[in-house]
Structure formats: structure tokens, C-alpha cells
């Protein structure tokens, strides 16, 4: 596998480190197919510094535009943001976002609404469980493929009792629409894909998104890499990475967690794992990932599983 330090329409995978704004530069028009990310959110972690909202916002829209600049006329953005907090007083960044992305033509096809049980207690308010994904689209012909991440029915061997189509099945059999609600959960210390770094987000809920918006061989973008979460999720599933990271040592976490999975060594909460429920017998919680050798166009996905267990 190819990863370059640079923008190479060659690479499998880039690795960029420094601010985004240098990576996008290199990046021809049109070139990407999905660009998911969770930018800083400008709450005074230890990767960014605190600036006037106003600040803040116009420093995205100068990332979001190129962004877009760089998107295929068939591509998404997927924009996952959490609260700004302001004086005791919280401000929904997606809300605060949106008229940046209508401003250049985007449309939004969904507010995805990514819950999780876990996360800081709040004694005057009730404790933030949510955050949100914004998934927009350059145009109305976009990619979506909706069968490739179905989810199993409630019901699945639900039948139609009367009608034309009695005793067939009324349910689709690949599954249902997994919705704009996902509950998944969010990356603690617990959690098996911690790594030092303080914000990442599950590869499981990037999975979802780059297996309903993309095509094996296409490019998948994150300009805020962090521990290189996105560049995982599409690796694994055949598709090239690119990203940036400022803070070098995320992007040595980066490498390190794109070597293991090319190990198969990287050890990810399959998306296939129900939510721990204390009443039900627990499984182990991780499998490892292999990233297979490269097809000529595309990746050859192979997810080596620990003995004994069947996919
Ligand atoms: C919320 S974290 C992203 C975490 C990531 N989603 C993951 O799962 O690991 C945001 C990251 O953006 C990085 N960052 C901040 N400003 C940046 C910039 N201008 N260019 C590139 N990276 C930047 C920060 O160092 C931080 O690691």
C-alpha cells in the first residue's frame, strides 16, 4: 500500500501533516468522493485554541469552501459536530454551521442524530448525550447505497396476512434502513479503539457512512484527522485515504493504527455489534482488521476473525 505525505492521485493513502489548508491546496477539483470529518469545536482542548465563535465560524467556512471545491459533483459531506458552550450556555454548532454549507449550494439530505450512554455529568443541565452528523450533497445525483449498510428487521420474518401478496414476506430481506438515529458508542477509555489521543470517534459510525456514500477506489477525505479514525474506515473497505493532521504526534498514532490494520493487528468494534446490554451475556468486544493487498483499482477487504468466530 502506497501512502504518501503529500497529495498523489496515485496513493492508496495520504497522510498529510500540518493544517489542512496546505493538503487542500494540492488537491485537484472534484477529486473527492466523501469527505467526513469531526472538526475542533472550539471548547479549549489541548489541540486548539479558543477563539470568538464569530472567528471560529468564519475559519470553517474557509475549510468547508475548498472543501467543496474538491468534492465530485457526486459526493457528500459529512460535517459531525457537538455543542460550542458560551458562558454556561450551549450552542448547537451544527445549527451555527448550516447556513455556511447552504451558502454554497450544498444539500442536506439528513441530520444524523448519533447517540451514546456515555460522557461528562452535568449538575445544571441535563448531561449531553447526542451529537449530530450533517450529511450534505454537492447535487441531486449522489451516491447511496443503501443496501450495503441495511440493518437486520425488528420483524424479519413478517408476512402480509390478506391481500394480493399474502404469505410473502412484507419486509425487506436485506434488511431495514438503519434511519438518522444511531446509537453507538461514543470512544472511552474503555472502549478498544482508545488511543492517546482525546476526541476520537468510533470507526464503526464512519464505516456506516463511507459504505453507503462511496465506491470501492474512491477518495475519502477528513482535513482534521485526529488519531486517523476516517482514514481507517475507509481503508478497511477499500477505498483511498486522505487527510490532515496538525499535531505530529496524532499523525505518529495515525501511522501507527494504519500499519496495525495492515496487520491485521488493529482491533475496531465491529459495526455488527449490538450496544452492551447488562442484562444479556457479553461477548468480546473487538475483532481485528486486515487491510488486504491492493487490486489493481480497488483493495481486497479481508477481516480476519479470531478463531472459533463466524462472520
Ligand atoms: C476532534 S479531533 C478529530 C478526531 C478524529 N475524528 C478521530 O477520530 O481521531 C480534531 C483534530 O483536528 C486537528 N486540527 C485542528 N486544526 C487543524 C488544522 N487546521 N489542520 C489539520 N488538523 C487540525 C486537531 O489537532 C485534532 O486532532
Request: charged share 25%; with cysteine; net charge positive.
Amino acid at each position: 500500500m502506497k501512502i504518501s505525505k503529500a497529495f498523489r492521485a496515485s496513493a492508496d493513502a495520504v497522510v498529510y501533516e500540518g493544517d489542512c489548508r496546505g493538503l487542500l491546496e494540492q488537491i485537484p477539483r472534484g477529486t473527492l468522493q466523501l469527505i467526513v470529518t469531526s472538526p475542533p469545536y472550539n471548547i479549549g482542548k489541548p489541540y486548539e485554541k479558543r477563539m470568538r465563535l464569530e472567528q471560529y465560524l468564519e475559519q470553517q467556512q474557509k475549510i468547508i469552501s475548498r472543501c467543496v471545491e474538491a468534492l465530485d459533483m457526486r459526493g457528500s459531506v459529512c460535517w459531525q459536530v457537538g455543542n460550542y458552550v458560551e458562558q454556561n450556555a450551549i450552542v448547537p454548532l451544527d445549527v451555527a454551521l448550516y447556513p455556511i454549507f447552504k451558502s454554497l449550494g450544498l444539500k442536506l439530505r439528513n441530520r444524523i442524530v448519533w447517540c451514546f450512554e456515555h460522557g461528562l455529568h452535568c449538575s445544571k443541565r441535563f448531561s449531553g448525550r447526542h451529537e449530530t452528523i450533517l450529511w450534505f450533497t454537492k447535487s441531486d445525483r449522489y451516491t447511496f447505497n443503501l443496501d450495503d449498510v441495511r440493518v437486520p428487521q425488528k420483524y424479519p420474518m413478517k408476512k402480509y396476512f390478506k391481500g394480493p401478496r399474502i404469505g410473502q414476506y412484507s419486509c425487506n430481506p436485506l434488511g431495514k434502513n438503519p434511519g438518522d438515529v444511531w446509537i453507538i458508542p461514543n470512544v472511552k477509555h474503555n472502549h478498544v479503539e482508545k488511543t492517546a489521543h482525546p476526541c476520537q470517534f468510533p470507526v464503526e459510525l464512519v464505516e456506516r457512512l463511507v459504505l453507503a456514500l462511496t465506491k470501492p477506489g474512491d477518495w475519502v477525505f477528513d482535513p482534521f484527522l485526529g488519531a486517523g479514525t476516517t482514514a481507517i474506515a475507509a481503508l478497511i473497505h477499500g477505498r483511498k485515504a486522505a487527510g490532515a493532521e496538525i499535531v505530529p504526534e496524532y499523525v505518529k498514532i495515525i501511522h501507527q493504527r494504519v500499519r496495525l490494520a495492515r496487520q491485521g493487528q488493529l482491533r475496531i468494534r465491529p459495526m455488527d455489534r449490538p450496544v452492551y446490554d447488562a442484562s444479556k451475556p457479553y461477548e468480546s468486544k473487538a475483532k481485528p482488521v486486515r487491510i488486504g493487498p491492493p487490486h489493481p483499482t480497488l483493495f481486497e477487504v479481508d477481516l480476519t476473525l479470531p478463531a472459533g468466530r463466524a462472520l
